[in-house]
């Protein structure tokens, strides 16, 4: 699986941006996609997953400004509102197949004013 993310960028505090993130490959059987983030400190942290199913998990931080979602060609996309600074952080797209995760290379998101 191949993970191939793409939106990340610059914004101002309360702007929006979307990012993507399409697999290719052996894409059947992936039960799971989502994003993590890492930030300035060295833990990289969940931000949101959705299932096959269409089950959605969301870090408190971002509930309600966070909305992921995915289409039937395995991509997924990260609808993110209302950015704060915090949110700042290099961008991960994930996903699990069977036992294995699958992860992309990271795009930068910037929130500053």
């Known amino acids: 699986v191949q993970l191939q993310a793409s939106g990340g960028g610059s914004v101002q505090p309360g702007g929006s941006l979307r990012l993507s993130c399409a697999a290719t490959?052996?894409?059947?059987?992936?039960?799971?996609m989502g994003w993590y983030r890492q930030g300035p400190g060295p833990q990289r942290e969940l931000v949101a997953s959705i299932t096959s199913g269409g089950s959605t998990n969301y870090a408190d931080s971002v509930k309600g400004r966070f909305t992921i979602s995915r289409d039937t060609k395995n991509t997924v996309y990260l609808q993110m509102n209302s950015l704060k600074s915090e949110d700042t952080a290099v961008y991960y797209c994930?996903?699990?197949?069977?036992?294995?995760?699958?992860w992309g290379k990271g795009t930068q998101v910037t929130v500053s004013s």
């Open positions: 994930n996903a699990l197949r069977w036992d294995t995760e699958y």
């Open positions: 490959g052996s894409t059947f059987n992936i039960y799971r």
